[in-house]
Nanobody, 126 residues
Framework: VQLVESGGGLVQPGGSLRLSCAASGFTLPYYTIGWFRQAPGKEREGVSCISSKDGSTYYADSVKGRFTISIDDAKKMVYLQMDSLALDDTAVYYC????????????????????WGKGTLVTVSA
């Protein structure tokens, strides 16, 4: 399984970015993919997750209402639309996942994944 992130960059507070995750190599019919982030000097945390089986989603409280996760199963792409970005959203964002359906809340809060991308840097700065 390979997960490749793209779309990071520099954005001003209040701005928007869309991250993309290209997934390949899954052999089962369904998979679960999440976004995680690690800010400088902080532990990695779960941001959001989506299931390809039923499109169920989960968001951490810190991003709820500002970030939107979506999936294009035909293209094996997962997106994270990030709006109203704030300074403390600055982090390396990782796409990570596992084969099969899973509880998206559990996956996010426990980082219960098997595969990780290399990450993409998002910097929110004035």
């Amino acid at each position: 399984v390979q997960l490749v992130e793209s779309g990071g960059g520099l954005v001003q507070p209040g701005g928007s970015l869309r991250l993309s995750c290209a997934a390949s190599g899954f052999t089962l019919p369904y998979y679960t993919i999440g976004w995680f982030r690690q800010a400088p000097g902080k532990e990695r945390e779960g941001v959001s997750c989506i299931s390809s089986k039923d499109g169920s989603t989960y968001y951490a409280d810190s991003v709820k209402g500002r970030f939107t996760i979506s999936i294009d199963d035909a293209k094996k792409m997962v997106y994270l639309q990030m709006d109203s970005l704030a300074l403390d959203d600055t982090a390396v964002y990782y796409c990570a996942g596992l084969e099969g359906p899973a509880d998206v809340g559990f996956v996010t809060t426990n980082m219960a994944v098997d595969y990780w991308g290399k990450g993409t840097l998002v910097t929110v700065s004035a």
